[in-house]
């Protein structure tokens, strides 16, 4: 069974600081990876995919692949306040599955002023 | 671009009723959508995976025949819960994507079963 961990939170950090989730999954396979943030009673919105080994920035986002490991992280770097929201690790089959994801427990972060 | 929409965003009704929610890709084709649950404080939960034209794949434990799906266009897809009783009672999500292209979420169908 495939499965995919995000570090346990709830994370808490200041304003202005950088906030570091982490997912690890089982699949050697995966071949696709996403972050998605779910604001609460709200459905998933994309924040960064990755499909190969290293880093991608986008903005104040910065994803790091590491297959090897079978790790992904994001990074948020000046988090504010609006950041505060449950952060979900989705790792893609890399078969013939039409991109089915498997989705981790989710973080919640908390960007406090 | 890549907007999602669902309909209905929250329902209200009986024990024993049916009830539809769609999901609509406006600007792309989907090729794949998919069908989410999401009780509170828990994760996405696949319920099933759905092709235009042929039929829905559910994952493991989901009844085929209590959640229909229906995937007419590359548009639309359907999911109906028969005979919904208060246990059905959840946050549903649907995503569509197409070829090459990660998932996009609609808004939501927060379902309420008395």
């Known amino acids: 069974q495939k499965e995919v961990e995000q570090n346990s939170g709830p994370l808490s950090v200041p304003e202005g600081a950088i906030a570091s989730l982490n997912c690890t999954y089982s699949d050697r396979g995966s071949q696709s990876f996403f972050w998605y943030r779910q604001y609460s009673g709200k459905s998933p919105e994309l924040i960064m995919f990755?499909?190969?080994?290293g880093d991608k920035e986008d903005g104040r986002f910065t994803a790091q692949l590491n297959k090897a490991s079978q790790y992904v992280s994001l990074l948020i770097r000046d988090s504010q306040p609006s950041d505060s929201a449950t952060y979900l690790c989705a790792v893609g089959d890399g078969g013939t599955s039409y991109g089915k994801l498997t989705f981790g427990q989710g973080t919640i972060l908390t960007v406090h002023p | 671009g890549a907007v999602v929409s669902q309909h209905p965003s929250w329902v209200i009704c009986k024990s024993g009723t049916s009830v539809k929610i769609e999901c609509r890709s406006l600007?792309?084709?989907?090729?794949?959508m998919f069908w989410y649950r999401q009780f509170p404080k828990q994760s996405l939960m696949l319920m099933a995976t759905?092709?235009?034209?042929?039929?829905?794949?559910?994952e493991q434990g989901v009844e085929k025949d209590k959640f229909l799906i229906n995937h007419a266009s590359l548009t639309l897809s359907t999911l109906t819960v028969t005979s919904a009783h208060p246990e059905d009672s959840s946050f549903y999500i649907c995503?569509?994507?197409?070829?090459?292209?990660?998932?996009?979420f609609g808004d939501g169908t927060r379902l309420s079963i008395l």
């Open positions: 759905s092709n235009e034209g042929s039929k829905a794949t559910y």
């Open positions: 600007d792309f084709q989907a090729t794949t």
């Open positions: 990755i499909y190969s080994n």
């Open positions: 995503s569509a994507r197409s070829s090459g292209q990660p998932q996009h």
